[in-house]
């Protein structure tokens, strides 16, 4: 069966730092990735998704990078945090084809 | 852009009653909808989902309406248990496998 993983859970990082957060697909090949922030009893916002290595739609400009070095593994990622980066980041993975999406258990990411 | 969207952010609901979760959306090229329920600090889980060629789809407890002609999409919770508490986001899928999720509903059941 197909599994998300996604780490760390929590993390707390000061102003200024950089970020990487990683997420992996098990039991499924080439999938769809996403990654989603969500700000405190809010809705879903879409950052990235990708349909393959090194292929990455942006969909929102922000502080934000993201990579997809291998096949199942995504990557968020930034240089400098800024307060507003914190939030609660959504990994998810979709099948090729497929309309579904699952999600990771997500990181709540706040920066000081 | 074309957006889902929620008609009620909170709701309460006694132990033991139905719940209806209402949501719209606007682009009528959406084929395929989708509920999740997200627990507190958790990631959204899949509820259930609904093709458009259909108008009822029924799994355990839950019921997705979806009524083309006015763009509008239910959720219903039979029997309504403490541990469907929880923020339900109904989703709708366009473009591509890109799904637009809308704001959100809060459910809170009272014991």
């Known amino acids: 069966s197909q599994t998300i993983h996604q780490w760390p859970a929590t993390l707390v990082q000061p102003v200024g730092s950089p970020l990487s957060l990683e997420c992996t697909v098990e039991g499924t090949s080439n999938p769809n990735l996403y990654w989603y922030r969500q700000a405190a009893g809010r809705g879903l916002q879409l950052l990235f998704y990708?349909?393959?290595?090194?292929?990455i739609s942006s969909e929102v400009p922000q502080n934000l990078s993201a990579s997809r070095p291998q096949d199942r593994q995504f990557i968020l990622s930034s240089k400098k945090l800024l307060l507003s980066d914190s939030g609660f980041y959504l990994c998810?993975?979709?099948?090729?084809?497929?309309?579904?999406?699952?999600f990771g258990s997500g990181t709540r990411l706040t920066v000081v | 852009g074309e957006s889902v969207g929620l008609h009620l952010p909170t709701l309460s609901v006694q132990e033991g009653d139905n719940s209806i979760i209402n949501c719209a959306y606007s682009?009528?090229?959406?084929?395929?909808f989708i509920w999740y329920k997200q627990e507190s600090g958790k990631g959204p889980q899949f509820i259930i989902d609904?093709?458009?060629?259909?108008d009822k789809r029924q799994g355990q407890r839950v019921t997705v309406l979806l009524n083309k002609t006015v763009k509008h999409l239910s959720l219903q919770i039979a029997a309504t248990q403490p541990g469907d508490s929880a923020v339900y986001f109904c989703a709708e899928n366009a473009a591509g496998n890109k799904l637009t999720f809308g704001g959100g509903t809060r459910v809170l059941v009272k014991p």
């Open positions: 998810a993975w979709s099948a090729q084809g497929g309309y579904g999406y699952t």
């Open positions: 609904i093709r458009s060629n259909m």
């Open positions: 990708s349909v393959g290595i090194g292929q």
């Open positions: 682009n009528s090229a959406s084929d395929y």
